[in-house]
């Protein structure tokens, strides 16, 4: 029954992670002329002060002077730190140079770089039809990414891609720092100042004057991506990737909706194809380990 509980509170957060994400992407875009390094200091800003006076709180409750951290979590909230930085940046520069249905779909194949993620870092196994959903969902990118002899038009879509790389590896880093108690509020502050250090060098030297439009939109897009940060980082706090990783993929069905209502975009029939093709082997991939863990649950039961 608590395992059932924790996969519902797993699912309630990723799909409220997915609607932050997806209306941060809209404000990002609003914000207009800046460039996306500004864009992501300003939205890990927020994040980092909403973790922050959330950290000081936990610890006067606690009557606790100092932010504890767990032995042996200090390796893997740099390695989230570091590829959510990635993950935060690549996103960033796609989302003012293409759809914002065609950045959220190749971010959301983080899910499956998730589990390969895991496998390496938590030796949690691959079985057979997982991979071979991951090898399809892939091919199913190359739609979207479209390549061609053309580089410079193919940069935003295989950023992208590589954001989606760099977030199924921080939220195996978070699965992982969940293993060891590693509050969830230090793992958002941890990441976001670090983030913030990576965006500081460009601030100094290139800072964009904005105008007040400008500042609150960024200011809600920090707002929606601390939501849709604690979300998802209580999402893979409460329940194993495997379970409820599907229920990302609903941050497509809100990016293209608010694409098409504040900016008139619609997808072409091979993104869409590629939509069809990586949301299916999602499907695939949570029915048949749906299934298992039915079938391994009942085989304990019975022994």
């Known amino acids: 029954m608590n395992a059932q ?20 992407a809209v404000f990002v875009r609003l914000a207009g002329d800046i460039h996306f390094i500004q864009k992501a200091f300003f939205r890990n800003a927020v994040a980092f002060i909403i973790a922050l006076a959330g950290t000081i709180r936990d610890a006067r409750i606690n ?20 590829a959510g930085s990635i993950g935060v940046f690549g996103n960033f520069y796609a989302i003012d140079r293409i759809l914002l249905a065609d950045a959220a779909i190749l971010n959301k194949m983080a899910p499956f770089f998730t589990i390969i993620f895991c496998y390496i870092i938590l030796k949690e196994k691959i079985k057979p039809v997982p991979l071979v959903c991951i090898i399809i969902a892939f091919l199913g990118s190359i739609l979207i990414v479209k390549p061609s002899f053309n580089f410079t038009l193919m940069i935003p879509t295989l950023t992208a891609f590589m954001g989606g790389v760099g977030a199924g590896l921080a939220y195996a880093s978070i699965r992982k720092l969940s293993y ?34 400008q500042t609150l939109m960024l200011l809600c ?15 893979y706090y409460h329940a194993p990737a495997s379970k409820i990783s599907i229920y990302d ?22 993104s869409l194809a590629g939509y069809i093709i990586i949301i299916s082997m999602a499907v695939v991939n949570y029915i048949y380990t749906h299934r298992n863990n039915e079938d391994e649950s009942s085989n304990c039961a019975e022994s």
């Open 63 to 82: 009557g606790r002077q100092t932010i504890k951290i767990p032995k042996g979590a200090m390796l893997f909230l740099f390695l989230r730190a570091i």
């Open 249 to 270: 993929y609903s941050q497509i069905l809100f990016s293209t909706l608010f694409g098409l209502v504040f900016f008139g975009q619609f997808p072409d029939w091979l």
């Open 5 to 24: 509980s924790n996969t519902s509170k797993g699912i309630f957060f990723i799909i409220c992670s997915a609607f932050f994400f997806a209306l941060m």
């Open 180 to 213: 060891l108690k590693c509050n969830g509020k230090i793992i958002i502050l941890f990441f976001s100042a670090f983030s913030m250090m990576l965006s500081v060098p460009y601030m100094i030297t290139n800072f964009n004057p904005m105008t007040l439009r």
């Open 221 to 235: 897009a920090g707002a929606c991506a601390a939501g849709g940060q604690f979300s998802i980082t209580a999402a």
